[in-house]
């Protein structure tokens, strides 16, 4: 483990903690608009009894100590890979070390993946319900307002999704307070309906919520599935770790965020206890009337930070697939000269508007949505439980009996949820399911896909050693100037290069291999980027590193070759990459199906040139047939 590399004094803390506030804890800080309410769904068949609601209140109360308390803070952010969190920097952990067998890695990377992929499906959701329930409250002030709350929703992610091209980072300096005063509301909301009914206190005792389940049987078991929408920002707090450090996220979180929706949801229970048709939206018929449009502006703006939070997760989550070979290359600016974090993915932006475009048509309402919500999640936190338990065993050396009781502890209730949530599939729980399928699809066709052509070409190739013994028997005729051959395989030399020999029957002055690779590292140092190895005169091979959580770019690589004395200049050399263009057909490999995935994916991949940034005019491409 990695020590937290944050300040620890109290100038320093402080504005961590409120940018933690701002970024981190907006999923779950908007739980509280609708969670309480969708216990009492009649889908579940819960009556609104006294009992139940202290039942409910202490399950609520419980699930946020045991999952958020205990799993996340004290365990789960203990699991950084250099500072850095969210589940693929728990898979490459858990699959670092020399004990990993290549077994284990075909079990623990498509875990890993497939986590991954289903935090798509939530990226979706999450906008989708979190401005539609906000949206809502304006319904509890008058109905007038009832058939424009479609409309106005649509229009707020619209505009959410437009200004993604413009960057975060301009109005991200106030995301921190408005999420603050927006915990502050929460907390006096709370604090004015426990004053009401003091004894909704009471359900702070886990008996409460063992006499529910005693009491209820399977409609308690059931409404599990709502019980669970409010910890659904949990994975989002392990994700978001490297940009704050776990200090401040724990702080924020014990100090502040724990105790302001424990208030509210408190609050809410006291409010159903004295009036129990304010289950129609107990959110806003906690607050005086006089503060409800007040109120709604204000959940609006907590939802949409909530929402920007995740649609920059997910950006960020698929340059780290694009890193680590999961997808093609796919086009990403940095809308930032900063911050590394700040990036915008235009294919995705688009594609995650037109989804949660279509999630509030086709759902309507917060309520209906809420059965689509939680299923993606729950399963990505029992895979998380599951990594986190080999990382404790294998990097962390705990004995077999304490990562036992970890792993039987947490993943019991993880698997509780989700069955309880599954219950939801067809009711809407089928949305985030199909979409991390499809991309976990899509993953896996990329990622076999290029093992296998990378097979072919390595076929095709000649190693270094043949290669100077060829070219020793029958040199070539050489011409003034550099040339850089990108590959990525470190072994061989790289087919056009053999094409240049083959049919122009020359070879450049000096030579240079050049393979950019991608480590299950968050990122690498400046003296640690660049290898260069000098194989014969004027013939020189680069390894380039770089981690999960950076993008590659040639200037950079070549300023590191000078520090390794490999001098190059890249306004004057030329760079040559190979096309391939892939040809599907029934041999050994992939399904047929996913062959034509894969060639389609290849055709739409981003060209190198623009991806590693290298000046358009001096680069030459060597197209080249591969049938797989």
Known sequence: MHKDHCKTNGRGLLPLIVGALGVVFGDIGTSPLYALKECFNSHYGLSLTPDNVLGILSVIFWTMIVVVGMKYMMFILEADNRGEGGILALMALSTMTERTSRTNRLILLPLGLFGASLLFGDGVITPAISVLSAIEGLKVATPVFEPYVIPLTISILIALFLVQRQGTNKIGAFFGPIITLWFLCLAILGVKGIMENPSVLWALSPVYAIHFFMSNGTEAFLVLGAVFLVVTGGEALYADMGHFGRTPIKWAWFSFVLPALALNYFGQGALLLNTPEAIENPFYLLAPPSWIYALV????????????????????????????????????????????????????????????????????????????????????????????????????????????????????????????????????????????????????????????????????????????????????????????????????????????????????????????????????????????EHIAPNFHRIYAYYGFMETPRMREILNCCKVNGLDLDADSATFVLGRETIIPSPKPGMFLWREKIFALMSRNAQRPTAYFDIPVNQVIEVGIQVEI
Not at 453 to 460: E, I
Not at 521 to 529: A, G, T
């Open 297 to 532: 502006v204000l959940a609006t703006m907590a939802s949409v930070i909530a929402s920007q939070a995740l649609i920059s997760g997910v950006f960020s989550l698929t340059r780290q697939a694009v890193q680590l070979g999961y997808l093609p290359r796919i086009k990403i600016i940095h809308t930032s000269s900063h911050e590394i974090g700040q990036i915008y993915v235009p294919f995705l932006n688009w594609i995650m508007l037109i989804g949660v475009v279509w999630l509030v048509i086709a759902f309507k309402t917060s309520s209906a949505m809420a059965a689509a919500y939680g299923i993606a999640v729950t399963i990505t936190m029992a895979i998380t439980t599951f990594l986190a338990f080999v990382v404790a065993r294998r990097l962390w050396r705990w004995g077999w009996l304490s990562s036992s009781i970890f792993l039987i502890l947490f993943l019991t209730i993880d698997i509780l949820f989700l069955t309880a949530c599954a219950f939801k599939f067809y009711d809407g729980g089928w949305v985030p399911i199909i979409i991390g399928v499809s991309v976990f699809t899509l993953m896996t066709t990329w990622q076999t896909g290029r093992r296998l052509l990378v097979g072919h070409l390595k076929s095709r190739s000649l190693s270094v050693e043949e290669f100077l013994k060829s070219i020793e028997e029958k040199p070539p005729l050489r011409v003034p100037g550099t040339a850089i051959y990108m590959t990525g395989d470190p072994w061989g030399v790289p087919i056009p290069l053999l094409h240049n020999i083959k049919h122009n029957k020359v070879m450049h002055e000096c030579v240079v291999i050049l393979t950019i690779a991608t480590r299950e590292v968050p990122s690498f140092r400046s003296n640690e980027r660049v290898r260069v």
